[in-house]
């Protein structure tokens, strides 16, 4: 009886190793996926950057400064409104072998700090989102005024995201630039003219418009779980 205890206590033991080294596994995957999801975003708001560099490569030194003038004043204005903290937006611009090379940074307390590594809940994916859409607004007579967004916001922590829906709408007002936003978080929709809702289904993409979808809003608590909803602002 005594040997059959004794078995059982270190089957006991190794079942909750396994459980134990399982969790540890599944925990070190999530944050592998974490790590992949902020590695993509860097380079989606890097991208974003290049193009802004590459707009002021091709333009005059006075065009250059009025340029950065207004990117300045309305990236500081949409952080400050999304974070509610006296961000200040800067562009520090150079001269290297005749191309305009570029450091964005925020300046908060008197601290400049580069986008790139400063906290907040997401200020690199704000400003990139920024940037895009007051370029798009200045290039509105020459391309589409239409911005594709893909999960582009999907790194800003909870907190700022009804804040961020609403610049957006203040924007999209101001501009008349159409946004289509593809997303997993229902507050964006809240802002949106139209909204679709996209689910697999049997094999097949079926889609739910706006006027059935209003309930998906309180049942997920704000959020879709493996599904998709496309936003039309």
């Not at 300045?72 to 090379?101: A, D, H, P, W």
Request: aromatic share 8%; with cysteine; glycine share 6%.
């Amino acid at each position: 009886m005594g040997a059959f205890v004794d078995a059982c206590v270190v089957l006991d033991k190794l079942t909750t190793k396994v459980i134990l080294g399982e969790a540890k596994i599944e925990s070190l995957s999530k944050y592998k996926d974490s790590a992949l999801d902020k590695r993509e975003e860097a380079k989606s708001v890097v991208a974003v950057f290049e193009k802004v560099m590459l707009l002021f490569n091709n333009m005059g030194e006075e065009a250059q400064d009025i340029l950065r003038s207004k990117l300045e004043t309305l990236v500081s204005y949409g952080l400050q409104v999304v974070f509610q903290e006296k961000y200040q937006f800067k562009m520090n611009t150079r001269i290297l072998r005749g191309q305009v090379s570029m450091e964005f940074t925020v300046i908060k307390d008197g601290i400049e700090t580069d986008v790139m590594f400063s906290h907040g809940g997401g200020i690199a994916v704000v400003v990139a989102f920024i940037l895009q859409f007051v370029v798009l607004a200045i290039l509105k007579g020459v391309v589409a005024p239409v911005l594709v967004m893909d999960e582009a916001l999907a790194q800003l922590s909870e907190n700022y995201r009804e804040r961020m829906a609403l610049f957006i709408r203040e924007l999209v007002d101001k501009t008349d630039i159409q946004i289509i936003f593809v997303t997993h978080q229902l507050v964006y929709c809240d802002v949106a003219d139209k909204s679709f809702q996209f689910q697999i289904k049997n094999g097949e993409t079926v889609v739910t418009e706006s006027a059935k979808f209003d309930n998906c809003l309180r049942t997920h608590g704000g959020e879709l779980n493996g599904e998709t909803v496309v936003c039309e602002v």
